[in-house]
């Protein structure tokens, strides 16, 4: 199953002329396309799913999201591969 992950955007830029951010999964920071959510802004949160935000979410949502991937053990992908 393909899920989206709430992210938490610190940081938007443009990057070869897209929409990127930095966006934070739970203490997890990782790059996102923005293109889909251009009027996203910094402290706002968006769905995310491989690399791209596809909507922009309210926070309480995104917590409730969260937390029950996590509940769901399915924010494997979020973690840092082995050093």
């Not at 929409?19 to 968006?46: S, T």
């Not at 769905?47 to 969260?66: C, K, P, T, Y």
Request: one cysteine or more.
């Amino acid at each position: 199953m393909c899920l989206g992950i709430p992210g938490k955007v610190v940081e938007t830029y443009r990057e070869h002329d897209v929409l990127m951010g930095k966006v934070e999964f739970g203490g997890i920071f990782k790059r996102v396309c923005l293109e889909h959510v251009p009027e996203v802004q910094v402290d706002e949160y968006v769905l995310v799913h491989v690399g791209f935000a596809l909507s922009r979410i309210d926070e309480n949502e995104a917590q409730r999201v969260f937390e029950f991937l996590d509940q769901m053990n399915q924010l494997d992908e979020l973690e840092a591969p082995p050093s």
